[in-house]
């Protein structure tokens, strides 16, 4: 058995217990929280590890519910260009992911994973392709992720075929992870608009047969709802529903224009909205409806889309980012509260990847996914009168965080990476870039690099 125990902190038990222990303590054993508590009911005994935090914070690991981590590698590339746009996409994105070739993946996908973890997110939910090379770098990092083959078919017949069969080969080989910490999902790129009914009922169909989810973007624009009434006479989510695709989980990135009608239908199914602030306001699009879809009772939760619409993967500063959009769309202060935001960033992802017994909350049984914040930054002055929920969504970023641990394990220690190489993975991550703009600069039709 291996036993850590974290004494002398504030601990932000978040979930639905909601629960502040100042000072506290958390003991983990084996992977999981087996205690916590005040200070002044602290186990006694011998342990492999004590941490004396110093009076940090210790909170939940954060939950990215949408990335795309090889993107990464585009960092930079889309200035002042709408990634949510077909045409913004693909006359960008899409041009250098066609010469991009799969040997540049792992060094931008670890350069994400390590800024993920510096940060404070000890969970994501990735779509893209090339899985076989993201999968080792996510499974190295010690990170847990869901992780969902992106597909994109563009009405053509061939590369359906082709999609598909390489998406069940992905949901085969994953399946098989012996770390517990990495499942598959499907991930339609978007409905109806570079995904055909057809390629929707073959993706609904694996997701039912591998009892997993679906990750997709939704709602950006209103395309899809324009093309189901004329299609077939009802909204986007209306025609989800006909097909049977809202029966499985789903994570639907961006929700900006879902009609108000169809809220009650999804807070009635497993329906994530995942809300990137960043991309949203880089892009000009209008902001989210958010507090009426969770008046609504849908779930809602976190997420930083790729780093060419946001361009970071702190969640700190989503939070923050997101939490002033609201107040603006709302016209009032405080529209969201800042514990609301932390729900979001916190059990809002775990409920939506159907993680909601195991992470989000420090909780005996509970996944031992925790980080702990320095207080000694700015942001924290003074104590009085500043709580620890206005602090951490207003005051302070991810740059204060300290220690990552997941499943008991260290990932990140005294700002000191464990898993991963940052500095040799960026090096490679510049080189890769730069192979990349002469290989755009060749093809014809190809963006300027």
């Known amino acids: 058995m291996n036993t850590i125990l974290l004494e002398n902190a504030t601990i932000l038990a978040l979930g639905l217990a909601d629960r502040v222990y100042d000072p506290g303590f958390v003991l983990a ?19 492999d590890e004590r941490v004396d935090c110093g009076g940090a914070l210790v909170m939940p690991g954060q939950v990215n519910a949408h990335t795309h981590t090889p993107m990464t590698m585009f960092r930079g590339m889309a200035e002042g260009v709408s990634l949510f746009t077909m045409e913004g ?20 996908v670890e350069v994400a994973c390590a800024e993920m973890i510096m940060s404070g997110t000890t969970t994501f939910a990735d779509q893209y392709f090339h899985m076989g090379q993201i999968v080792p770098v996510v499974r190295r990092s010690g990170m847990r992720a869901a992780l969902a083959y992106g597909v994109v078919e563009l009405g053509d017949a061939a590369a359906r075929e082709q999609e598909l069969a390489q998406l069940e080969a992905f949901l085969e080989s994953i399946g098989k992870d012996s770390s517990g910490r990495l499942s598959g999902w499907v991930g339609p790129h978007a409905f109806f608009v570079d995904n055909s009914p057809e390629l929707m009922k073959a993706e609904q169909g694996l997701a039912r047969k591998y009892d997993t989810g679906l990750h997709v973007h939704l709602s950006t624009s209103g395309e899809e709802d324009r093309y189901c009434r004329e299609e077939f006479g009802r909204t986007a989510v209306q025609q989800l529903d006909a097909m049977g695709m809202l029966d499985r989980p789903l994570l639907a990135a961006h929700s900006i224009c879902i009609p108000p009608e169809d809220w009650p239908l999804l807070a009635r199914r497993p329906f994530t909205a995942v809300i990137a602030a960043s991309a949203c306001m880089r892009a000009g699009a209008e902001a989210a409806p958010l507090v009426s879809m969770r008046a609504a009772g849908i779930n809602t939760a976190l997420g930083t889309d790729n780093v060419c619409n946001n361009n970071d993967y702190d969640l700190f500063s989503e939070m923050r980012t997101l939490a002033k959009l609201t107040s603006y769309r709302e016209r009032r202060p405080g529209a969201l509260g800042a514990r ?21 909350e420090l909780a005996p049984g509970r996944r031992s996914d925790l980080i702990v914040i320095d207080r000694n930054g700015p942001g924290w002055a003074p104590e009085t009168g500043l709580d620890p929920f206005t602090a951490l969504v207003y005051s302070v970023n991810g740059s204060q965080v300290r220690d990552v641990m997941v499943d008991g394990r260290w990932l990140m220690r005294e700002r000191q990476l464990k898993t991963l190489d940052y500095r040799a993975a960026a090096a490679q991550l510049n080189a890769d870039a730069r192979r990349l703009q002469t290989l755009s600069s060749a093809t014809p039709g190809s963006p300027p690099a």
């Open 29 to 47: 054993e084996d992977g999981r929280i087996a205690a916590v508590g005040p200070g002044s009911r602290m186990p006694t005994g011998s342990f």
């Open 89 to 108: 996409w693909y006359e960008t994105i899409r041009k250098l992911e066609l010469v991009m070739t799969p040997d540049m993946v792992p060094a931008a």
């Open 340 to 360: 609301e935001l932390l729900d979001m960033a916190t059990r809002g992802g775990a409920v939506a990847l159907g993680l909601g017994d195991e992470i989000g």
